[in-house]
């Protein structure tokens, strides 16, 4: 390692920690002063440049000088570069901008002068230091570039040593500083060698592709204004920026006009025989000919033994082929520029794009059309794999920016994406030296409470609310056989035949709906086309209508779509569509327990695969809900006592569910205070005690209210997939694994905690307590109450005499082990796993599942 560069860098480094601590205002004033000086040298700069370099023209790189430090500093200006440079209250963020470090500027031949100029003040601007590795043949004017700009930052403040350079560069030297451990980035503007090796050398480096920018001259645009723009282009710094022109596509329509315009226009047209020996002058032994680089056109004639007249513009060569066999198809970096003829647009297309892939992926291309062919603009955007698709511009001077269109970046690294094996593919400026700090306060979510915006309950509310419907016409009322038989579904028909709705019955749901079920309805729903839809029943009826409802509004929509899981309801990857487009969904619950006609749940299986999938979102929610307690009078005992546990269940988890509010919390304790009083007496008295019944109904649809807006948690997950494997009634499922999940759940240091943003630390222990609290079940502790809450649920599952394990319920244990570890998995991956207090191992669902086998 050289010393000489160890002690530049050291300095350097030195430099740039104490520039890393100046505000906004002493940076600006360095950027400014510094941009002042680089524009008052542009002119002897510009000289150094040609002189040393014996490229390009002098006056042109005045140009560049004057653009590299005027129009730069002007669109960076204002841009905040030091402390917080976004800061967002309501959202909690703020962005902070720190510097970089030390970079590594590899200045390239071609612009020795403008491309220091802009690299250095993109460096101050951004509080870093940058050393640089001037090309062997600019060496001279690179480093006066730099002092010129360094001297400038000093007296205005800066450190001395911010901006730095090799004196006598070598390929082992610029290796020696792109490697060096104090270099924090690379910054490489230059041949493709020298780039290649700015992203090998394992640091993060910022790079350009080659350009072989094609040029589209389609048959409608304005023929002067392409040609000259071309021309403009072409010529300027004789060809040597990087997104000059290359060759131009014409449209056969308009090839000749454009041929004679550009002769007209100074160009000159090579014939076939001139073009050979032009072809051997521009490529020799298959690479650029480096004395055509930078050069005059008549000088490049005249090295290929071709007279032309010495006020030539640009060469011309008219070619077919795009390739290796066609040099005037390559980058040439010169006034030079192939021709080709296109038999209509699509062709042209097809020909900018070989050129494209032939040696310019991600750099520029150029479409000549007139502006109001947007779907030509459009296509030709997509089709062209470059970083910069520019229209009705010249290519040299539009590509860096700020010139013909006001919001392209000015920039003299023009980015080239993965395309060119580049790290952006944009216009490199002050953003893309500064490592910017996102401070980022923690915030809540905003919560809801969605219900349907009709709900109706009373004793006997039935007709009373079906006339809240009445200007409708057709319904489609789907049920069960069962309350077929029972005359229930007479109830509902009756009252729509008093408001002439007509009516058609589907009764094939059956106990755990599936899909088959589900298109069946849809059958029904397609032919007889309802504005309603009532789902009579409990909550498999309820939850096949919701479902045959989604699918009757939209028939392409995918089961598995509907089905795919979410972490938050608000950021699902499939969105559902707006519901009630095509009909109104009415749900009345003829069962005291699933909440099915106030939730945005729906649980269905899918017989093919035989899982059970809960489905959830506020779509789904009915837009009326009638709570009628006759409707239930007659419910069976072991319905009435699998479906009343389940709506304990679904209060206990709503309460412990990260979601939980205090709008779940108050439904979900009185709902559990009416069920463990009301809901022994309905199960032992439910035909004739209308009290009972109707409190019950009403406690199970305030649970569903609290569950339908804070979600429920593992127990329910894994009842899903035991009712699914051994055919359990779910309420039963929920009501032999509660008391294992609470006491799951019932802990201050969980293995891990569910992540949610209002769920600031585990508190689902002394939820459960304040559940028993409310009770009035006693016990000192939180853990003697949570005791107390488990041997009360036990005591109420046994006084409606549901199993109290597995076992009971007559599975086998060895279907059971059989089944446990697939069964885990499942349960893990349950919708409603994700907002349970505690975030469970599969294993650890496992032993749950064990615990209650038994």
């Known amino acids: 390692m050289s010393e000489a560069l160890n ?48 490229m390009g023209v002098f006056e042109d790189k005045v140009l560049k000088n004057h653009f590299a430090s005027e129009f730069v500093y002007n669109k960076f200006r204002d841009t905040k570069t030091c402390g917080v440079i976004e800061r967002d209250e309501d959202s909690g963020i703020v962005k902070v901008a720190e510097p970089v470090g030390v970079i590594g500027g590899i200045i390239p031949t071609t612009n ?95 790079g350009v592709g080659s350009g072989n920018t094609p040029v589209v001259i389609d048959e409608t645009c304005d023929i002067e204004m392409a040609v000259s723009s071309v021309l403009l282009s072409k010529t300027f710094d004789n060809g040597l920026i990087c997104a000059s022109e290359q060759a131009i596509i014409v449209c056969d329509e308009v090839y000749d006009k454009v041929k004679k315009e550009l002769e007209i226009r100074g160009a000159h047209l090579l014939s076939k025989k001139d073009k050979k020996l032009m072809a051997d002058t521009i490529v020799i032994d298959g690479k650029l000919n480096t004395k055509i680089v930078g050069q005059p056109a008549a000088k490049i004639a005249e090295m290929g033994g071709v007279k032309v007249n010495e006020d030539a513009k640009v060469l011309i060569a008219e070619a077919e082929k795009i390739g290796d066999s066609e040099p005037f198809s390559r980058e040439k970096l010169s006034p030079v520029l192939g021709m080709f003829r296109a038999k209509n647009y699509a062709n042209a297309l097809e020909k900018a794009e070989a050129m494209v892939q032939y040696g310019g992926m991600g750099h520029t291309s150029v479409l000549y059309t007139d502006p109001a062919n947007q779907d030509r603009i459009q296509q030709f955007g997509r089709r062209m794999k470059t970083g910069r698709t520019l229209v009705n511009m010249p290519s040299s001077q539009g590509a860096i920016g700020d010139l013909y269109n006001f919001k392209l970046e000015p920039s003299l690294t023009l ?45 006997n509310c039935l007709e009373t609310a079906l006339g809240e419907i009445a200007d409708h016409k057709r319904a489609v009322l789907v049920t069960d056989k069962p309350l077929v038989e029972l005359g229930i579904t007479d109830k509902v028909t009756s009252v729509l035949e008093k408001l002439g709705i007509e009516c058609e019955i589907f009764y094939d749901v059956k106990p755990d709906p599936d899909l088959s079920t589900v298109r069946r309805g849809l059958d029904v729903f397609n032919s007889f086309k309802p504005d309603t839809v009532i789902a009579l029943g409990g909550g498999s009826p309820i939850d096949a209508a919701k479902i045959m409802w989604m699918m009757y509004e939209y028939p392409d929509i995918q089961f598995k779509d509907l089905a795919m899981r979410f972490m938050d309801i608000r950021k699902r990857i499939v969105k559902f569509p707006e519901m009630g487009k095509k009909a109104t969904m009415v749900a009345i ?176 222990k002394m939820r459960f307590a304040k559940i028993a609290d409310y009770l009035c079940l006693g016990g000192k502790s939180e853990d003697e109450k949570i005791e107390k809450l488990i041997a009360k649920i036990k005591e109420l599952s046994r006084a409606v005499d549901i199993p109290e394990t597995i076992s009971d319920c007559g599975v086998s244990e060895k279907d059971f082990n059989s089944r446990i570890q697939k069964l885990s998995e499942s349960a893990f991956d349950d919708q409603c796993t994700g907002t349970n207090p505690r975030y469970p191992l599969i294993s650890e669902i496992e032993e749950l599942y064990r615990s209650a086998y038994k």
């Open 112 to 206: 020795p002068t403008s491309t220091a100029i802009f690299k250095s003040l993109l460096a101050l601007k951004t509080r870093n230091a940058i050393i640089f590795s001037p090309h062997p043949r600019a060496k001279k004017c690179t480093v006066e570039s730099a002092k010129t700009i360094l001297n400038a930052a000093v007296s205005a403040g800066a450190p001395d040593g911010l901006i730095a350079w090799i004196e006598e560069p070598t390929v082992d030297l610029s290796r020696e500083l792109m490697t060096h451990p104090d270099i924090a980035m690379i910054l490489a503007t230059g041949g493709g060698g020298m780039v290649k090796a700015a992203y090998s050398s394992g640091k993060p480096a910022i």
């Open 415 to 459: 980015g080239c994406g993965s395309w060119g094996g580049n790290s952006v593919s944009e216009n490199v400026g002050v953003k893309h030296l500064l490592n910017v700090k996102t401070i980022a306060e923690r915030r809540e979510n905003m919560l809801w409470f969605k219900v349907p915006p009709q709900v109706y309950f009373k004793y």
């Open 7 to 54: 002690k530049i860098i050291a300095k350097a480094k030195k430099a740039q920690e104490t520039f890393a601590d100046f505000d906004q205002e002493k940076v600006d004033k360095i950027f400014h002063k510094a941009a002042v000086a680089a524009n008052d040298a542009r002119i002897p700069l510009a000289k150094m440049a040609a002189e040393e370099t014996g």
């Open 589 to 764: 619950p003829t069962t005291s327990g699933t909440g099915s006609e106030v939730t945005p749940f729906s649980v269905i299986t899918d017989d093919t695969e035989g899982i059970k999938y809960p489905i959830a979102d506020y779509e789904l929610t009915p837009d009326m809900a009638i709570v009628d307690a006759a409707l239930v009078m007659s419910m069976p005992k072991g319905l009435t006592a699998a479906s009343g546990i389940d709506a304990v269940t679904h209060a206990i988890e709503a309460i412990a569910a990260v979601t939980a509010t205090d709008y779940t919390n108050g439904l979900a304790m009185e709902s559990l205070r009416i069920l463990f009083k009301y809901l022994p007496i309905a199960y032992n008295e439910g035909n004739t005690n209308v009290k009972a019944r109707e409190k019950v109904h009403n406690a199970a649809t305030m649970a569903g209210m609290a569950f339908a807006n804070a979600f429920l948690g593992l127990c329910h997950s894994m009842a899903h997939k035991l009712g699914s494997a051994f055919h359990i009634p779910h309420g039963v499922a929920n009501a032999i694994l509660i008391p294992h999940v609470i006491r799951y759940n019932a802990t201050d240091k969980p293995l891990k905690q569910a992540a949610f943003s209002q769920y600031t630390h585990p508190v689902a």
